[in-house]
């Protein structure tokens, strides 16, 4: 991608799945939201229903950014495909609104995963020792965890490979372990009648009359457990064959997600007796947890006492650490992305990576802070919980549908696809699936959740995601220091790229360099196809073959069409490891054949592609080049009229079995 290497590249493709599984964490989520978004909105028949069409919708999103994973696998993932596929003008800004919006929607991520730590920490102390905390010590908690995590973050690349693989294992494994368990332990399960068909309603606590209503908020516990898939692509320059694997691990990560997390609900639906028990204050919980409610109560129920229900609770516990320190690494990494791009105040701080460790280290803990800020309010304005969670969705995919719709609308051939790629109809079909599921939850999400609406238990995803638009277009277009007067996107630093050089003085040193070989292929064409160093001339007085040169101008044509007039979007035709594909003879002799514009831009040593100038140069290389077709045709019709004059002088006999011209009577004595 035209990066230097920074990172330690030792993920493989079951650390990059694991920190994507970790985050979206089953255990994590279903336990987080179970009882605050689906008990409340409809019960057992939304949440198994719901599950089901939002994990298709979700897949589909995640396939559609696996595509452009592969393609271009960096880092900076969400915003670098903006400007990539955006339209010329409008990528500048399309890249930095994209990526501001996922900045919000990450720490809002980040805190809300936070927040569900410390609800559990203080449900043990509530259940295990009557100890109910206040809400500044329970900020004191928020912000030690958050601390905590980010330390942990904060070790070398070989540490947290080793973490990512346990936090995988964990959820996978403690997953199993409980859905196990809590049907062996339960005295009795509930029919698969009443889980796919029952209806809770909990209109005198949420005060929504509408059945519809229920419906489409009772999605959200479904939605936020598919959040966070991104992070594979975040990890990709520390993944090997991250063309590859980063897709392969969202795919992954999503697809077990959605079955172990349908299977954990439909358990804990099986389990519940008595919904509106697991929220009444007068229980062991005090109504602040029902999920430890429930646990608290099966172990009850088949032991007679509930303590040891504690010891399952400390499962989802455990996942939901792991997964709060695997948000705050890989968000870390987009935030050190952005910031080594130019777009973040105090880039050259954040952009750091710490040699030590090989870790973006001011990033972690940037991103760390930004979550404590967003975060604090929930602990004194519970309602603020969903506005948190919400924000946490609806931004970050707004920031997923950018790049999808800058790749659905954007001309066929500005997208090169990797390894890891669709048909184009089938492409087509899911982007747009995709974008309208986006704008679906986008509106839903930013809907008040209780009513009657007051200033304390509205929904302010709307006025947080207006404001970071604002504030993200306002620095844009800002006078004088707006980032439209400096910000042109990715700084690729490798190579030929120099982090001091501007966008535009890149493209036309590409564009000149690309002009010149074809310039010298031309040359070489009319000159009888011969180059400085091919062959020796032919011997005095005798012909060149005109095959040789007919043969050469038709290989500068379709040299010039391969690598510069056409739309290439083949995979390259040598054996050059990693993205680009190519030979680096393929790049030298101007990348004939139906991978040529891929090769050309291929950097040596180097396992990754430089899709920068692609599209700049693809819209550019066709002018001009009339002119030079002329020039080689006229070329190949030269050629191709010395050889037929020369064939012409072959079929004319030899001239010692002509016959000497008529010169009448000769003088005797005379020689002929």
């Known amino acids: 991608m035209g990066y230097a290497q920074t990172l330690s590249r030792t993920f493989t493709l079951f650390n990059n799945t694991g920190v994507a599984f970790t985050i979206l964490s089953p255990l994590t989520a279903v336990t987080g939201t179970y009882g605050s978004w689906g008990l409340l909105y409809g019960g057992p028949v939304v949440m198994a229903w719901g599950m089901v069409v939002v994990s298709a919708f979700s897949l589909a999103v995640c396939v559609c950014l696996a595509e452009l994973a592969s393609a271009y696998p960096t880092s900076g993932a969400i915003y670098y495909w903006s400007w990539v596929l955006a339209p010329g003008r409008a990528k500048a800004v399309v890249c930095w609104v994209s990526g501001w919006v996922l900045v919000l929607g990450q720490a809002a991520f980040v805190a809300a995963n936070a927040s569900i730590l410390v609800e559990l920490l203080g449900v043990f102390g509530i259940m295990g020792a009557g100890v109910e905390l206040s809400d500044v010590q329970n900020l004191l908690i928020f912000w030690g965890v958050l601390a905590a995590a980010a330390a942990a973050a904060s070790t070398p690349n070989g540490a947290m490979a080793y973490l990512t693989s346990l936090g995988a294992l964990w959820n996978l494994v403690a997953l199993a372990a409980l859905v196990a368990a809590l049907p062996a332990l339960a005295p009795r399960?509930?029919?698969?009648?009443?889980?796919?068909?029952?209806?809770?309603?909990?209109?005198?606590?949420?005060?929504?009359?509408?059945?519809?209503?229920?419906?489409?908020?009772?999605?959200?516990?479904s939605q936020y457990l598919f959040l966070g898939f991104d992070a594979c692509p975040h990890m990709a320059e520390e993944t090997h064959h991250a063309d590859i694997n980063a897709p392969r691990g969202m795919v992954l990560a999503t697809a077990t997600t959605a079955l172990g997390g349908?299977?954990?609900?439909?358990?804990?639906?099986?389990?519940?007796?008595?919904?509106?028990?697991?929220?009444?204050?007068?229980?062991?919980?005090?109504?602040?947890?029902?999920?430890?409610?429930?646990?608290?109560?099966?172990?009850?129920?088949?032991?007679?006492d509930g303590r040891g229900g504690l010891a399952l609770l400390s499962i989802p516990t455990l996942a939901a650490a792991m997964c709060t320190y695997e948000s705050i690494c890989a968000n870390a990494r987009m935030l050190f992305a952005f910031s080594r791009?130019?777009?973040?105040?105090?880039?050259?701080?954040?952009?750091?990576?710490?040699?030590?460790?090989?870790?973006?280290?001011?990033?972690?803990?940037?991103?760390?802070?930004?979550?404590?800020?967003?975060?604090?309010?929930?602990?004194?304005?519970?309602?603020?919980?969903?506005?948190?969670?919400?924000?946490?969705?609806?931004?970050t995919y707004i920031a997923y549908g950018i790049p999808i719709a800058c790749k659905l609308l954007a001309d066929r051939g500005?997208?090169?696809?990797?390894?890891?790629?669709?048909?184009?109809?089938?492409?087509?079909?899911?982007?747009?699936?995709?974008?309208?599921?986006?704008?679906?939850?986008?509106?839903?999400?930013?809907l008040p959740t209780l009513y009657p609406i007051t200033p304390g238990n509205m929904n302010y995803n709307v006025a947080g995601t207006v404001l970071v638009l604002a504030l993200s277009l306002g620095?844009?277009?800002?006078?004088?220091?707006?980032?439209?007067?400096?910000?042109?996107?990715?700084?690729?630093?490798?190579?030929?790229?120099?982090?001091?050089?501007?966008?535009?003085?890149?493209?036309?040193?590409?564009?000149?360099?690309?002009?010149?070989?074809?310039?010298?292929?031309?040359?070489?064409?009319?000159?009888?196809?011969?180059?400085?160093?091919?062959?020796?001339?032919?011997?005095?007085?005798?012909?060149?073959?005109?095959?040789?040169?007919?043969?050469?101008?038709?290989?500068?044509?379709?040299?010039?069409?391969?690598?510069?007039?056409?739309?290439?979007?083949?995979?390259?035709?040598g054996g050059a490891e990693g993205a680009g594909g190519g030979s680096a003879a393929a790049v030298a002799g101007g990348a004939a054949g139906p991978g040529g514009r891929k090769e050309m831009y291929h950097i040596p040593n180097h396992d990754q592609r430089q899709p920068l100038l692609r599209g700049?140069?693809?819209?550019?290389?066709?002018?001009?080049?009339?002119?030079?077709?002329?020039?080689?045709?006229?070329a190949a019709a030269a050629a191709t009229g010395k050889k037929e004059g020369r064939a012409a002088r072959e079929r004319m006999p030899p001239s010692h079995l002509q016959a000497p011209p008529h010169q009448g009577p000769q003088p005797h004595g005379q020689r002929q």
């Open 262 to 304: 349908f299977a954990y609900m439909l358990v804990l639906n099986a389990v519940t007796t008595d919904s509106r028990a697991l929220l009444a204050p007068d229980t062991e919980s005090r109504g602040y947890h029902p999920v430890a409610q429930l646990f608290w109560n099966v172990h009850k129920s088949a032991y007679g």
């Open 616 to 634: 700049r140069i693809a819209e550019r290389m066709d002018e001009g080049l009339g002119a030079e077709e002329q020039e080689a045709a006229a």
């Open 475 to 573: 620095g844009y277009y800002c006078p004088v220091v707006g980032g439209r007067h400096w910000f042109t996107g990715p700084r690729p630093n490798l190579g030929q790229f120099r982090e001091d050089v501007a966008a535009e003085e890149q493209k036309a040193a590409a564009l000149g360099a690309h002009l010149l070989m074809q310039q010298e292929l031309l040359n070489a064409a009319q000159n009888g196809g011969t180059s400085k160093a091919a062959k020796p001339p032919p011997p005095h007085g005798e012909a060149e073959p005109a095959g040789d040169a007919a043969a050469a101008a038709a290989a500068a044509a379709a040299s010039r069409k391969s690598g510069s007039g056409g739309r290439a979007t083949g995979r390259g035709s």
């Open 341 to 395: 791009d130019g777009a973040v105040p105090f880039h050259k701080y954040i952009g750091r990576v710490e040699g030590r460790t090989k870790a973006p280290l001011v990033a972690v803990w940037v991103m760390m802070a930004l979550a404590a800020l967003i975060g604090a309010p929930m602990f004194f304005s519970p309602p603020y919980i969903a506005t948190i969670e919400t924000m946490a969705v609806v931004n």
């Open 189 to 221: 399960l509930n029919s698969a009648t009443h889980l796919f068909t029952h209806w809770d309603d909990m209109t005198e606590v949420t005060g929504v009359k509408s059945q519809f209503y229920n419906v489409l908020l009772g999605l959200m516990m």
């Open 414 to 446: 500005a997208f090169l696809p990797g390894p890891y790629a669709m048909r184009p109809w089938l492409s087509r079909c899911l982007n747009a699936a995709a974008l309208l599921w986006i704008a679906l939850i986008a509106v839903v999400f930013s």
